[in-house]
């Protein structure tokens, strides 16, 4: 998660392209990607807004439910859902590629290992072990004293995958830049293969490779029906996820892609028409279909158009913040410094707030607004008054 800078773009094909590129070039010299770390910023603070919503969401049982819901709450979490982690993985390629180009491989994996890495386990070891404790002696009413909790029943939940909760896009990410140096350290052996670019220039026209993202979807529906036990739930205690890592890949590999073509870029930055009309399609059948399971025809095309939402909103919401938010903005420099502090420690606020809260006799929409709010509060406090003004905290919550 790097700072934002400079945009590379490749030499021109032709008179025509060539001066667009120069006038690019020229934008982009003075230019830093701000509506990116808006977006990116944005998005991890929607983690926030997500769980809140769960407590309340007439949909799924999650850790914690108020016992008055509300179908508004599955909404909303469907919507934020649809285009939050896709979005974000195309923002990390982008910047992948970005840093490989910059730095090299050696650099790039030193740092965003360090970035990723030391929070991830720091926030596992101290915060979601104070989760785990809370959530089997509360919530479970399985009262214990914490060096039993931490001697006999934490080493089993590790064990187990239970650990990572929240943390589990930081896991995927860094198996994405693995794969993203993989790419990086092949470029020349691609280049060779010049003809590929050919057929790319439909596929990139109106962005409709678009339709091609779903495909993982359906990839892994049918392999976790063939292989169940290796495709569903997470290997390795939790390290490797089978079902993140096949659907939100080819979104990183858009990113990669879209740093690397200036053309794409051009593309990516404006909605296509047909873009709106398949997202309405894709909802309605979705909504249609949205019984239909197994390997048949009606559920692979449910597969379909609910992949083909993620991918469509997640274009679309790339392109508000384009246009909207690419400027520099004091308040989002701190929300973009602040928003990886407010993730790490907002899923167990979250958690406690609701609970206290679960008696208290108030419409929940108020309950939401006072999750929401209160965590905000207390996810910056710690950020700022601690993990800015601790070095060691820093390192350990920020990887800097």
Known sequence: MTTPTVLELPEAPDLRQQTQSVSLQNQSASTRFYYMDSMRSILMMLGVVLHGALIYSSGDHWIISDTHKSEFFAILDSVIHAFRMPAFFIIAGFFSMMSLKKYGIGTFTRVRLTRILVPLFCTALFINSIELYFRTTILQHNPMTVAHFLTQVLPQKWIVGEWVSHLWFLLTLVQFFAVGIILFALKNHFSRFSHFDRYLGGLRKNCYFLFLLPLADISWSVAARLAPDIFHGSLFCGLLNLEDFMIYLPYYLVGLWLFHDRLLQNEFHTIARWEWSALVLAILTHHLLENAHGLSQESFLRIYSTG???????????????????????????????????????????????????????????????????????????????????????????GK
Do not use: W
């Not at 274009?315 to 410094?337: E, G």
């Not at 907002?346 to 999750?371: E, R």
């Open 308 to 398: 083909l939402t993620f991918a469509l909103s997640s274009h679309i919401c790339y392109v508000l913040f384009y246009k909207f938010m690419n400027r520099d903005s004091p308040v989002f420099r701190y929300l973009s410094d602040a928003s990886y502090s407010i993730y790490l420690f907002h899923h167990l606020c979250v958690i406690v707030i609701g609970y206290l809260l679960l008696n208290v006799q108030i419409a929940i929409g108020y309950k939401f607004l006072t999750v929401e709010l209160a965590t905000i509060a207390i996810t910056l406090s710690i950020h700022h008054f601690l993990i800015l003004r601790f070095k060691t905290l820093r390192f350990m919550f920020n």
